[in-house]
């Protein structure tokens, strides 16, 4: 079955740092979802995207859509401590109905 | 506005013993449902979707099993619980073709 490949596994940082994070696949994707998790809580959806090249921001979060269909980063300017979280990719084949989902990169700072 | 509830919120259940865990979906009709498991520090595996009413597909083979008895209510349950069945189950769903949403999440011990 696909495979979301993300990276890092995980992150140290200070805090004021920027922070990069990518996936990518051996699947043509035509949607990519970035998510973040809080420990105990279900992952929350902060950048969605749709079309190969998509530039998108959220506040400090800034996404792309790879032009090969097959990868996709997340970018976090200036890091503040509720950045701190588990942060997951996902993609969507066209006509499925699943998401595949990337292992997902654990962000901590330190202050 | 759309919203999703997941009940209970933490359970705590002797292995051998049946499990129901449920899930509703407010503000929308005819959603994508979702079942994901989530070992502690790990990523998300799909254990069923539903694009309807009493359609469930199972994404591995296991010791649960999931029903849609109304539009936007999912339901996992077990006849019997293994200790391997301890983890945090989240619900999703989405439009068709959309991005998921996930609910709060059902924190699963197996003793």
């Known amino acids: 079955g696909q495979q979301l490949n993300q990276s890092p596994q995980s992150m140290f940082i200070q805090e004021g740092e920027d922070v990069s994070m990518n996936c990518t696949s051996s699947?043509?994707?035509?949607?990519w979802l970035w998510y973040k998790q809080d420990p105990g809580e279900g992952p929350v959806l902060l950048i969605a995207?749709?079309?190969?090249?998509e530039l998108t921001s959220n506040g400090r979060l800034t996404a792309q859509f790879g032009i090969t269909r097959k990868d996709s980063f997340l970018n976090i300017s200036a890091s503040i401590p509720s950045d701190v979280g588990i942060y997951f990719c996902?993609?969507?084949?066209?006509?499925?109905?699943?998401?595949?989902f990337g292992q997902g990169t654990r962000l901590t700072i330190n202050p | 506005s759309q919203t999703i509830h997941q009940w209970p919120a933490t359970l705590v259940q002797p292995v051998g013993s049946p499990l129901s865990l449920e899930c509703t979906v407010e503000?929308?009709?005819?959603?994508?449902l979702y079942w994901y498991r989530q070992a502690a520090g790990r990523g998300l595996q799909l254990l069923f979707y539903?694009?309807?009413?009493?359609?469930i597909s199972s994404e591995v083979p296991q010791n649960l099993s999931a029903s849609r008895p109304q539009d936007r209510q999912f339901i996992l349950s077990s006849k019997k619980l293994l200790l391997s069945d301890s983890g945090f189950y989240l619900c999703?769903?989405?439009?068709?073709?959309?991005?998921?949403?996930f609910g709060p999440g059902t924190r699963l011990t197996v003793l």
């Open positions: 699947s043509i994707f035509n949607t």
């Open positions: 996902a993609g969507r084949i066209q006509g499925a109905q699943k998401l595949v």
């Open positions: 999703a769903w989405s439009r068709v073709n959309n991005e998921q949403f």
């Open positions: 503000g929308t009709s005819n959603p994508n």
């Open positions: 995207l749709y079309k190969a090249g």
């Open positions: 539903s694009v309807g009413i009493g359609q």
